[in-house]
């Protein structure tokens, strides 16, 4: 009896779920969730980068493809579930998301979204493993069915400041951590948890700089839910921010006045020859977005190499999402 009211009740709470929060209870299998991150960190394998070659976007799958078949797309999911005060366009079964506001993990800022061309990369999904360093790091041995997995895992995605999403590109913990100190120990977290799921590896370099991190908070545990927990998402002022920048940016001019200290000056070298001037970003040129997928370049933010007005259909600042 017993057995039957508790299958009632889990379907009952599957036909309560809205589009919109349905990824939001993702199970997290296989993640290492509730572990000590530190332990589940030594549990990875240490291996050198592989080369990117044959890294394409559409090696992990159409971009923000509807894999839980919910009847919305994968970024209209995230922003759902990681934005607050959220108003839908019309006719869209609450799926498409035309405002809200965002608490940024990445900074601590609050973000005001609207969706628009010129105004809808202020907000931008971040996979957090880049793809690009999932594909050097064990991805290109998986199937394509499990490479678009990882590229829609909810557990792998967060809403984030564009501008920050912008700067940390495919760098792993090694390249870029967030400015927002606070969520670092969960940021770090979450890509053990992702990795250790999807069987990814990290270099020495990446552990080094994920230890280094986890040193100053022990007790973190690999995450065992999507999206950011509140109480890790501390909002940073405008003065804050610049305190911190200024902060890091001394840091790293001591750092440089050091090795210039110790390293003995260079034999003056003969002039180079004149290298070629790289061809300007506009010239980039996409006839289509099958062709934009193709060179590993969708989706295409406004502002980006690429981006033409033609291939954003919505014109929302994204082409060929």
């Not at 690009?132 to 199937?143: C, F, I, N, T, V």
């Not at 839910?225 to 902060?247: A, F, I, L």
């Not at 010239?283 to 977005?289: A, K, R, S």
């Not at 980006?304 to 999402?321: F, I, K, M, N, T």
Request: hydrophobic share 30%; glycine share 6%; aromatic share 6%.
């Amino acid at each position: 009896m017993m057995s039957v009211l508790s299958g009632l009740l889990a379907v009952g709470l599957v036909v309560g779920l809205s589009v919109g929060s349905a990824l939001a209870v993702e199970p997290t299998d296989n993640t290492g969730a509730g572990q000590s991150a530190t332990q589940a960190l030594d549990s990875l394998e240490v291996k050198g980068r592989a080369p990117k070659t044959g890294y394409k976007r559409t090696q992990f799958g159409k971009a923000w493809a509807d894999v839980d078949r919910n009847g919305c797309d994968t970024r209209n999911d995230i922003l759902n579930r990681d934005l607050t005060d959220v108003k839908h366009k019309v006719r869209t079964h609450d799926c498409v998301v035309e405002s809200g506001q965002l608490h940024d993990p990445y900074t601590g800022k609050d973000i005001a979204f609207k969706k628009g061309w010129k105004t809808s990369t202020a907000v931008q999904i971040d996979h957090v493993v880049a793809l690009s360093d999932a594909w050097q790091k064990g991805a290109q041995k998986l199937s394509q069915t499990k490479r678009t997995e990882l590229a829609n895992d909810p557990y792998n995605l967060l809403a984030v400041q564009g501008k920050a999403n912008q700067k940390k590109s495919d760098g792993d913990a090694a390249t870029w951590l967030p400015s927002n100190k606070s969520f670092r120990c969960e940021y770090v977290a979450r890509q053990i948890g992702v990795k250790h799921k999807y069987s990814l590896w990290i270099t020495q370099a990446e552990k080094e700089a994920i230890s280094k991190v986890l040193s100053s908070c022990p007790t973190q545990t690999v995450p065992d839910y999507t999206g950011v927990k509140d109480s890790t998402v501390e909002k940073t002022t405008e003065s804050e921010q610049t305190e911190q920048t200024q902060t890091e940016q001394s840091a790293e001019q001591a750092q440089q006045n050091q090795q210039t200290t110790q390293a003995p000056a260079p034999e003056p070298a003969p002039a180079p020859a004149p290298a070629p001037q790289p061809a300007p970003q506009q010239d980039v040129y996409y006839q289509n977005c099958t062709a934009a997928r193709a060179a590993g370049a969708a989706p295409i933010y406004q502002g980006q190499p690429g981006y033409r007005s033609q291939l954003d259909r919505d014109h929302d600042g994204v082409a060929c999402e």
